[in-house]
């Protein structure tokens, strides 16, 4: 069997289905970079993806903003084998520049129990930005255990483990073009 079948074979085995199709997230993140084009209009934010997930959102969206910007990435502790947040987060990477005076924008892809965003928003305001607002391609308003603003959401979407488009599951399934419903247990 050839390479190609067999990777077919394993998404068509445990990955359920399409829940957002790439047509529909590419038109939705075109959206909410118009948006943001609107409100930082004479401003160059500075675009921080939350890795790995947030990757390919990021790319697509920073390509969606028709200003001058910048970019930055920042890595925490993730999952693991788990696809439940232990509400302990570490940065695995640090930013590579300053946040003193910038508007930033962090880029994530999901927001589920929101730990990860309430701990990252406490550590990047510290670090003097001059406005952060956080922008997340997806959320599961229904998981939510910490209260966090989120200012530009792509899908609100049904409380279910999701992978493609930068999400994974232990680290496989993050190139797959659209969100996909993950059968648990399979
Ligand atoms: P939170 O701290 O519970 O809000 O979790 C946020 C992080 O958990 C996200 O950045 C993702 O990396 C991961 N995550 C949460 N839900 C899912 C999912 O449905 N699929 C894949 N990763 C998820
Ligand atoms: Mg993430």
Redesign the pocket.
């Known amino acids: 069997m050839a390479v190609s079948n067999k990777w077919q074979a394993r998404i068509n085995e445990s990955i359920g289905p399409v829940l957002l199709d790439s047509q529909t997230i590419l038109n939705r993140v075109r959206e909410l970079g118009t948006r943001i084009t609107q409100d930082y209009r004479g401003k160059t934010p500075h675009l921080v993806a939350?890795l790995?997930?947030?990757s390919i959102f990021h790319a697509d969206l920073v390509r969606s903003i028709e200003l001058e910007l910048s970019y930055d990435f920042i890595a925490?502790g993730?999952y693991g084998k788990l696809t439940k947040s232990s509400g302990e987060v570490r940065i695995l990477k640090d930013l590579d520049e300053s946040l003193e005076g910038k508007d930033v924008v962090l880029v994530?892809?999901?927001v589920d129990t929101g730990l990860?965003l309430h701990y990252l928003v406490q550590n990047l305001k510290a670090r003097d930005p001059k406005s952060l607002k956080i922008v997340a391609l997806l959320n599961k308003p229904a998981r939510r255990e910490i209260d966090v603003t989120v200012d530009y959401v792509g899908f609100d979407i049904p409380d279910e483990f999701v992978v493609g488009y930068g999400?994974d599951c232990d680290q496989s399934y993050r190139n797959l073009p659209d969100v996909r419903i993950l059968r648990l247990g399979k």
């Open positions: 939350i790995k997930g947030a925490v993730s994530e892809d999901i990860t999400l």
